[in-house]
Structure formats: C-alpha cells, structure tokens
C-alpha cells in the first residue's frame, strides 16, 4: 500500500506532482488519513546525470525530497514511490525502499510497486533466498529472469504472477527503463482486486509535460474528485490490465 509517481516532463511541472506526493503520504485522503511513513525512493535522469535515492525516512519527513528537483534542471524523466509496508514484508532499511534495480539484456530498469504479491510463488524461479527481501523486490529479479528484451520480461513476469495466483492486493507498477542509446522511458501498469479509488492509476498529458500517479495524487493536483471523477481536461485513467508507457 504506497504511492506512485512517474513523470515525463519539466522540473517546474513535475515539482507540482511531488509536492502532491508528498502531501498524500503524509495523510492520505483515500486510505482514510493514513501514512505512507515506511521510506521513499526516486530514481531521475536528468539531461547530463542520472541519479538514485532509498531511504527509510518517511518522504514527508526528509527535507531531501522536497529539494531534488532544482530549478535550474529544465527537464526530468523518472519515477518516485512513498512506502507504507504490507504486513510482514521487511522494513526500516535503505535496501527495502523502492525502486530495484536489474539489468534486463541491455538495459538498465529500476522498478517500483504498489500492493502485496505472494513473494513465496516467485522464489523458485528468482533462485534467492526471499525471507529477507520485501516482495517488490522479488518481484524486480523476477521480472529480470523471464527474457532478455524488457517488454517481453516485464509483461511475462505480470502474466506469470496471475498463472501462479500469486496477486493479493493490487500489482500497480511505474517503471525506468534506460536504454545503452540513452533513451527514457516510463512505463506504467494497473492491476488490482480489492479498494479501486486507492489502486486507481491516472494519466496526465499536456503540451509535452507527462505524468502518471496513484488516485491520492491526483486528488491533491485537483485532477479528480474525492470519488475519483476526473475534473481535469489533460488528465485520464490509466487502462487496466494493459502495460502503458509515457
């Protein structure tokens, strides 16, 4: 149960949409006031310099995350995540904080995840000791394993964890891929069984500026309403059940 963020746009737009972030995982209006205080993470890349951050400290909290995207960088591709952990899933350390990293052929990929998935269904092929590693995390190895092309991996490892009934809650996903030709590219994903104005996903499109973010978020922009219309022109539902890219 946490919130994402991706973006595709100008610090100054994408700015707006952490501060939302922010704001939602301090007191979210759609998980009845509760917090997201479990770590947070980014993974940016800007015009000359990509950068990492996991931190167990509650983004609301961590006055570094309010300070990431600086003015004077005009453009950023990337995605956040605000941790509340699922019950019995590891947590208190930088390593459990999203997104994990893989390789996938040729590609770097760092992968973010709202909802619980059954990790126990996944082990046998990640071949890892899973216990100490949250499921989001195995998932990551998971989705690495199935292919050497990221499409095809990503979209085999959502499709396997149906086949294996391995879904509890919801496998919402924002994705990085970056490419050895330097391309940018977030992806995004809408899976969910249970609480559908919290899993829900939206879309933001407008004169180039992109973004992609959990219902709370939105709420908080003034794209939707409390019951989650949509008020906003630029601003749509993500599909279900289909991998998007912005």
């Known amino acids: 149960m946490c919130r994402l963020l991706g973006v595709d746009a100008d610090t100054e737009t ?16 759609f998980n009845n006031g509760k917090s997201h205080a479990d770590g947070w993470g980014a993974a940016l890349c800007f015009k000359d310099e990509y950068f990492t951050v996991r931190s167990s400290q509650a983004i609301f909290s961590d006055s570094n995350a309010s300070s990431l995207l600086r003015p004077a960088k005009e453009r950023v591709t990337g995605i956040f995540h605000a941790r509340k952990a699922a019950k019995g899933e590891p947590a208190g350390a930088p390593f459990d904080s999203h997104p994990f990293a893989v390789s996938i052929g ?71 891929r970056i490419d050895r030709e330097g391309g940018l590219h977030v992806y995004y994903y809408n899976d969910f069984k249970e609480k559908e104005l919290y899993y829900r996903l939206f879309l933001y499109n407008s004169n180039g500026q992109k973004a992609v973010m ?15 219309k949509i008020v906003d022109k630029n601003t749509s539902l993500c599909d279900l059940g289909k991998l998007g890219k912005l």
């Not at 952490?18 to 209006?29: F, G, H, T, V």
């Not at 992968?111 to 590693?133: C, F, P, T, Y």
């Not at 959990?214 to 989650?228: E, N, R, T, Y």
Request: hydrophobic share 45%; no cysteine.
């Open 14 to 29: 994408a700015k707006g949409f952490l501060d939302a972030l922010i704001s939602a995982s301090r007191n979210d209006p």
């Open 214 to 228: 959990s219902s709370s978020v939105a709420f908080i922009s003034g794209l939707i309403d409390g019951k989650g």
């Open 106 to 176: 040729e590609d770097i990929v760092y992968l973010a995840h709202n909802g619980h998935i059954d990790k126990r269904k996944l082990q046998s092929e990640v071949g890892l000791d899973v216990s100490k590693m949250n499921d989001s995390e195995v998932f990551a190895h998971f989705v690495a394993r199935q292919a050497q092309d990221f499409e095809e991996a990503l979209q085999t490892g959502i499709e396997m964890v149906h086949e294996y009934h391995a879904l509890y809650s919801a496998l919402n996903l924002v994705v990085l």
